[in-house]
């Protein structure tokens, strides 16, 4: 770490979590709960609490999964929405952060580039950046908790496509939407087939002439109701917090069904999901054209429609779909390697994210750089040999936030464990070096594909498995014991007589 060291000790605290966004603020309702004498921060590198629920500003960004799975088990999610807007879903993040007094511990502006594990000394040494003011600073922590998301903030995926700097009109990323930026009565062309795409075209049909949404492959589009007519009776007749588990239990069953239905019965899943896109489109529509993906369902995340509202927009003919390969960009538009030519004033690039794992944060454990591709997932909390650090990466089949409350759970149970035995280090060790790895995120998406030799990966058996089931999980992470045969505690007091008894056997 290259930072000067100064004469003042750095401050130190308990625990220091990366990222001020949904797992962040969890981690730290969780972590007080569980351990109210625990001292923490939480460093956000950003100026607003949030993360993916106040970067992106485009038309019409929303959540896919329900609130009351995306959302905390123990703060109700009572408005009348059950997919709900970036703003409703950030009001409600804040209000639990002030709820919980955890906004007086977010430090924003504070963006950590590196950390340091010292064995002696039993504790992090965080290289971090004031971001408003550039001034660097040393903080120290005896344990590590990285909820930074998986993607780059300062920059969205663009593919390199041919004749760009010939057109003439505006190319706008979602992820850098210019605020207030008018699109009214304008051509728009939305290049992509994930979430982001079907959320734009039927945002953008009131106000512009006409929108295109442009694939290049399908996916698989699911209308579904936006407001949940059990959510709403059982709010009329039971406390808000009952109403809300309730919902909860209902949605995490039928995420969980939805999934192992796709999984088992992939030809009749996929026979399912053309019937309720073309009942929802008009008579002869070229359904298989447009959403018939090459792929079984859930092989890439499914995408969900509310109120079928993308079906509306080309329904109404203000939206249409296009799938073909983009072979330029010309002066007025794009041109398709069909000949095809689509005129444009606004090219919209929904071509997806970059991945960065921890945040771009890079790790040492005693002075040795950690390379993420050689660590092994443990329980999908924590990585082989890298001690007192855990990371938040949650489900891309349900809703990413129910892995993440099982997590810190988990997380709060092993400070329990160790607490009570008085160890300072506890570390997940790979007996098996030659365990079979894959990825630690395991998942078709072109974004995944992009980046798989700089993520971490996982093992073909549990622990070292990134379970993918509730289920599964809730055994794992909530009813097994801490302690496992992989992972080594040690107390920095044990540490130092054993590094001091190997130095006299040297000598
Ligand atoms: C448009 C969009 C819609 C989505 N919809 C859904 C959905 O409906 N359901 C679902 O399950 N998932 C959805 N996802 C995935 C979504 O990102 C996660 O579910 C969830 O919001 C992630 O929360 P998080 O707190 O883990 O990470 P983030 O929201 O990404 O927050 C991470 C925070 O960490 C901060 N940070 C990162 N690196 C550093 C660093 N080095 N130092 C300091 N701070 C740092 C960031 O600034 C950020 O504030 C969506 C993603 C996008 C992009």
């Known amino acids: 770490m290259s930072s000067p060291r100064t004469a003042v000790p750095p401050e130190h605290v308990d625990v220091l979590i990366v990222g001020a966004g ?21 460093l956000e590198a950003r100026g607003a609490t949030g993360g993916t629920w106040d970067l992106f500003r485009y038309p019409g960004i929303r959540s896919d999964s329900d609130l009351h799975t995306f959302g905390y088990a123990f703060k109700p ?157 059982l709010r009329m007749v039971l406390p808000k917090g009952w109403a809300h588990a309730l919902m909860r239990r209902k949605n995490i069953a039928v995420q969980r069904y939805l999934w192992r239905f796709c999984q088992r019965y992939p030809r009749a899943a996929r026979r399912l999901i053309r019937f309720l896109n073309a009942r929802e489109l008009p008579k002869g529509y070229p359904v298989d ?66 991945i960065l794992a921890l945040g771009g944060i890079a790790l040492t454990v005693d002075g040795a750089p950690v390379h993420l591709p050689d660590t092994v997932a443990f329980k999908g909390l924590m990585l082989s040999g890298v001690p007192n650090f855990s990371l938040a990466v949650g489900y891309t089949n349900a809703s990413w936030t129910l892995k993440i409350g099982l997590l810190c759970e988990h997380f709060c149970r092993l400070l329990s464990h160790m607490d009570a035995h008085g160890y300072t280090r506890c570390s997940p060790e ?31 058996q549990a622990p070292w498995r990134m379970s993918m089931d509730y289920l599964e999980d809730i055994r794992m992470l909530r009813e097994d014991p801490v302690e496992d045969p992989n992972l080594r505690f040690s107390s920095h007091v044990q540490q130092a007589a054993a590094s001091a008894s190997s130095v006299r056997a040297a000598g």
């Not at 949904?22 to 939480?42: D, F, N, T, V």
Request: with cysteine; glycine share 8%; hydrophobic share 35%.
């Open 22 to 42: 949904i797992s962040g603020i969890g981690a730290a309702c969780s972590l007080q709960r569980e351990h109210p004498s625990k001292s923490y921060a939480i």
């Open 77 to 233: 999610w009572t408005s009348e929405k059950s997919i709900a807007g970036a703003d409703a879903i950030l009001a409600y993040l804040r209000e639990t952060a002030a709820e919980h007094g955890i906004d007086r511990k977010i430090r924003l502006h504070h963006k950590v580039h590196g950390a340091a594990w010292s064995s002696a000394e039993a504790r992090w040494v965080l290289d971090v950046e004031r971001t408003d003011t550039g001034e660097r600073m040393q903080l120290t922590c005896r344990w590590l908790f990285c909820a930074s998301g998986y993607y780059r903030y300062d920059q969205g995926f663009t593919p390199r496509f041919e004749g760009t700097e010939r057109f003439q009109g505006r190319v706008i990323h979602p992820q850098h939407w210019p605020e207030g930026f008018d699109y009214s009565d304008k051509r728009v062309v939305v290049i992509g087939s994930g979430a982001t795409a079907v959320t734009l075209v039927p945002a953008m049909v009131d106000e512009a002439a006409h929108v295109t949404m442009l694939q290049r492959t399908p996916s698989y589009i699911l209308p579904t109701p936006s407001e949940d007519w059990l959510a709403k009776f």
């Open 289 to 354: 054209e447009h959403f018939n993906p090459p792929y079984a369902p859930w092989a890439q995340r499914l995408c969900v429609v509310p109120d079928a509202d993308l079906f509306k927009a080309i329904s109404s003919g203000r939206a249409s779909m296009v799938t073909g390969h983009i072979d330029t960009f010309t002066e007025k538009g794009l041109r398709l390697k069909s000949g095809r030519e689509l005129e444009a004033d606004i090219i919209v690039t929904a071509t997806g994210l970059n």
């Open 430 to 460: 790979l007996s098996d070096p030659a365990m079979p790895t894959r990825p630690l995120l395991d998942f078709d998406a072109g974004y995944v594909q992009r980046s798989l030799d700089t993520l971490p990966r996982q093992g073909d």
